[in-house]
């Protein structure tokens, strides 16, 4: 798979994994997990440059004392995610015509 499209899913992924609310590095690997597999550090690079880019806002809470970081989809996050649902219809046409054009050079 092109390295720029998994990127972009890959930041989908971890934003749809917030949208309905806030979590944690752990819980976002984990919820995940049935989906894709995402590694500790490409989430921490992922949610770094989705931080940077104001998709997502950081606060700490102390959880058994230790500092946990929790993760907030912001309005721009929501954007993205409806910006993919709409750019994915136009990649399923696409797909579409060609497993068609396929399937059809082989009848």
């Known amino acids: 798979m ?4 998994k990127r972009g899913l890959l930041d989908v992924c971890v934003l749809a994994a917030i949208l309905d609310e806030d979590s944690y590095g752990y819980k976002i690997i984990k919820d995940l997990k049935p989906y894709i597999e995402l590694s500790e550090s490409t989430l921490y690079t992922i949610l770094k440059r989705l931080e940077s880019a104001q998709m997502l806002t950081v606060r700490s809470v102390e959880h058994d004392g230790r500092l946990r970081k929790y993760y907030h989809i912001t309005d721009a996050g929501v954007r ?18 060609v497993t068609k054009e396929d399937h059809q050079n082989h009848e």
Request: hydrophobic residues 35%; without cysteine; proline residues 0%.
């Open 2 to 5: 092109d390295n720029q499209l």
């Open 80 to 97: 993205r995610i409806e910006d993919f649902k709409e750019d994915w219809k136009e990649i399923m046409t696409v797909y579409q015509f």
